[in-house]
């Protein structure tokens, strides 16, 4: 990981590769090997019929770029070229896509994933008609505190290779449920050996020790905890939402983050109105995550900045809340991502497909939308250029769908419709 952690990126460290021969191969692949360097030989994906690449310049000239009768070649661990089949050049090797779909790798760019214990209990209450606060991360606080290392790591390589099966080739995930120094330390170190896109949210909510001082808990996320996360993250997130933390403490948590080189993303508006949006904004955030309550103002700020509406379609469908209205975003101009939210509490999903499927559904968006959201959208709110798209010399993290089209994932809800990955141009499934 570089250390300047607050400049935009378009070349990250690799992320993990796996083994496709094993599943079990398959989850011991999501550790980072600065050793590992894909062939250079080169493959041609044909008989592809419908590539969505992201770039409108290429086939229907639409956002997602979709190229019908097409062909992908691999050289390395980039896209070296896209098109018609009947123009694709000579390659190494051949792989016969068989007349199904393929798309960019899903970018999931908001996770939580070290954590211990789950929710079961409080999920079965809450669909029986208890409502969410944000106070159930305790419970998960306290399991995360008294798990080992390696219990932690292990639940990591699992979400990570269920995440993968399913075509998510890139993902972000944070800290959050150790509220010490010492925990939200090693939660970092824990993720930074998965993924580059590492987030310090010291400021999940207040710390149990600290409930009758926040102040003194801010003082703490700000002070001794960011001293020792800073080195080990991209990121600073807060939780700015009644529950949580005010504006005040919100933006006071960002702009110690920005003065330490990490770059500002907030759960912002998710339970309620509130100022989260547009301190995102003020604070030029990557994103603003969750964004369920906006009044008008909040939807301009978002359409006249580079922040990223998150959309996480999972937490309310886990929460029976209010959906996030995409359209409205969308009609407006804002740049829309879609991501899992995966967490033990309010969305243990670790799905994309899913997740697309709900938002076609009960938040307004196409399929065409719902696609481009949970990738380039993704993409854009981790301020990456090299990975959401298919065009030559981003990543070649691609998805094989086993259907003729990325509507299936809409139309055909609930089916494991991934049939193949590659993930920096090895074939992982």
């Not at 993968?164 to 509220?179: A, C, N």
């Not at 969308?330 to 740049?335: C, E, I, P, S, Y």
Request: aromatic share 6%; charged share 20%.
């Amino acid at each position: 990981m570089t250390s300047d952690r607050s400049r935009e990126r378009s070349a990250p460290a690799p992320e993990p590769t796996a083994d496709q021969a094993t599943k079990d191969a398959m989850s011991k692949a999501t550790t980072v090997s600065p050793a590992h360097s894909a062939s250079t030989a080169s493959t041609l994906i044909t008989n592809i019929a419908a590539l969505v690449t992201n770039d409108p310049s290429l086939g229907d000239g639409s956002p997602l770029g979709l190229v019908q009768d097409a062909a992908v070649v691999i050289e390395g661990d980039r896209i070296a070229w896209t098109g018609d089949q009947s123009k694709a050049p000579a390659t190494d090797n051949r792989v016969d896509a068989g007349g199904r779909a393929v798309l960019p790798g899903f970018v999931d760019s908001h996770s939580h994933l070290v954590f211990a214990g789950d929710r079961t209990q409080e999920f079965n209450a809450r669909m029986s008609g208890r409502p969410y606060s944000a106070g159930g991360i305790r419970t998960t606080v306290a399991a995360t505190r008294a798990a080992t290392d390696e219990e932690l790591e292990a639940n990591v390589t699992r979400y990570l290779a269920e995440a993968l099966r399913q075509g998510t080739t890139t993902f972000e995930t944070k800290s959050g449920y150790g509220l010490t120094v010492r925990d939200e330390a090693r939660a970092l170190r824990v993720a930074a050996r998965h993924t580059d896109e590492v987030t310090y949210l010291g400021a999940h909510i207040v710390a149990p020790e600290f409930a009758d001082d926040p102040a003194a808990y801010v003082d703490l996320v700000t002070g001794e905890m960011l001293d020792a996360c800073a080195p080990h993250a991209r990121w600073i997130d807060v939780f700015c939402e009644q529950g949580a933390f005010d504006g005040d403490q919100a933006r006071a948590v960002l702009t110690a983050g920005k003065a330490r080189g990490l770059h500002p993303r907030i759960h912002a508006n998710q339970l309620s109105y509130g100022p989260g949006v547009r301190l995102a904004v003020e604070l030029d955030a990557a994103s603003a995550d969750h964004c369920t309550h906006l009044t008008d103002e909040d939807v301009d700020a978002l359409a006249n900045s580079r922040t990223v509406a998150t959309l996480l379609p999972g937490a309310e469908f886990s929460t029976r809340a209010e959906w996030p209205d995409a359209r409205r975003l969308l009609d407006a101009g804002v740049t829309v991502a879609l991501s899992t939210d995966c967490n033990p509490g309010s969305s243990f999903t670790s799905s994309v497909p899913f997740c697309i499927a709900l938002a076609v559904r009960d938040m307004g968006m196409t399929p065409d939308e719902a696609v481009w959201s949970a990738t380039a959208g993704g993409a854009a709110a981790l301020r990456r250029t090299d990975v959401g798209r298919l065009i030559p010399g981003a990543y070649a993290d691609l998805t094989l769908l086993d259907a003729p089209s990325h509507v299936h994932l809409a139309y055909r809800p609930g089916v494991p419709l991934v049939s193949g990955v590659w993930r920096r141009g090895e074939r992982v499934l």
